[in-house]
């Protein structure tokens, strides 16, 4: 655990040293947080986002990393606008940090009204990059591939449920794609987080999802659902007999940022610690193996990277809603 200015000066004054440590430069952190610190998700509970949140906390917890507990706290209304608009009212905050989604990018641009500029959002540390598969309940003995799954939705037409997480989401986005390349006319229906989803699909409510590997994977271990095809330039591990659809012809690759984001106008020396806390995280055993077991992607990222890959994500949002025509 991390020793707060106070304690070492309280220490060095029992030693009967203080002068000499004043005179020295502080080792370590100029700022370290002196109260719980708020860990908002941008996502309901159950889902990926909240998964890896919770696993964040107990790592940072058991390992004795923070001085201070981070509380999850689950903010998913509006597609992750609730969130958006709560961190963004924290302006100056340093005790309130946010993990977050690809809707960090399509909600602000779906809705210019928030008055939400993620560029003003401090860059802490890129996690992972989440997968995207397509599934299906396991009960439909005539889906075993993507052929078979698009000859079963095009006959039920409209009638044929694609759950997903929220309103012109990161599953909408896909679902717009399947729609759009194989000449389907899937329903798309909004529910709050992956978990919900996921049990839509295994309850034979939704006729398929785009889960990610951490909101199915129990399902799919007992046999409930199975994987068609994934969203990735390459196949998982996990699912090595699973093809992508860029084998299949369809070059469609999509990941989904596991990102956690500071207040804007966080101090930089509370930007600093983060940085560093999360970078601690990101390299423990809990954390890497978590990785590998979820089929995570991706290196971890942070500061001025972070924001340039931000930036560039956005941009191509931007260009993915107006496709769908979401936004002009």
Same mark, same amino acid.
């Given at each position: ?45 159950? $889902? =990926?986002?909240?998964? @890896?949140?919770? !696993? ?5 917890? #058991?390992?004795?990393?923070? /001085? ?124 709050? $987080? =992956?978990?919900?989803? @996921?049990?839509? !699909? ?5 006729? #398929?999802?785009?889960?990610? /590997? ?115």
């Amino acid at each position: 655990m991390y020793k707060s200015k106070h304690t070492l000066k309280k220490m060095a004054c029992a030693l009967g040293v203080s002068t000499i440590l004043a005179a020295m430069p502080i080792v370590g952190h100029a700022w370290e947080p002196q109260k719980p610190v708020e860990f908002v998700v941008m996502a309901g509970k159950g $889902g =990926g986002a909240d998964k @890896a949140v919770r !696993l964040l906390q107990s790592i940072i917890a #058991s390992d004795n990393m923070a /001085p201070v507990p981070f509380t999850p706290v689950n903010k998913p209304g509006g597609s992750g606008a609730e969130a958006l608009v709560h961190v963004n009212g924290k302006k100056g905050d340093n005790h309130t940090i946010m993990f977050t989604l690809n809707s960090f990018y399509t909600t602000p641009l779906r809705q210019p009204g928030l008055g939400i500029d993620i560029a003003t959002f401090t860059p802490i540390a890129r996690m992972a990059e989440d997968t995207f598969l397509l599934w299906v309940n396991s009960d439909r003995k005539d889906i075993n591939n993507v052929a078979d799954f698009v000859k079963a939705a095009k006959a039920k037409g409209s009638g044929w449920i694609m759950a997903g997480t929220g309103k012109n989401s990161e599953d909408n986005l896909l679902t717009d794609f399947l729609n759009t390349a194989y000449d389907l006319k899937m329903k798309y229906v909004p529910y709050k $987080g =992956g978990g919900k989803v @996921a049990k839509e !699909l295994a309850g034979n409510n939704a006729d #398929s999802t785009v889960n990610n /590997p951490s909101e199915q994977l129990g399902f799919y271990e007992a046999g409930t659902t199975k994987a068609l095809a994934a969203f990735t330039g390459q196949r998982l591990p996990m699912f090595p007999n699973t093809p992508t659809f860029k084998e299949l012809g369809s070059d469609m690759v999509y990941y989904m940022q596991r990102t956690v984001v500071g207040a804007p106008g966080m101090s930089k020396e509370a930007s600093a610690y983060y940085q560093e806390l999360f970078t601690r995280v990101y390299n423990s055993p809990k954390w890497q193996q978590y990785i590998s077991k979820k089929s995570l992607q991706g290196d971890l990222l942070a500061g001025d990277a972070l924001m340039a890959y931000w930036m560039k994500e956005r941009d191509i949002h931007e260009v993915m809603l107006k496709k769908m025509g979401a936004i002009k």
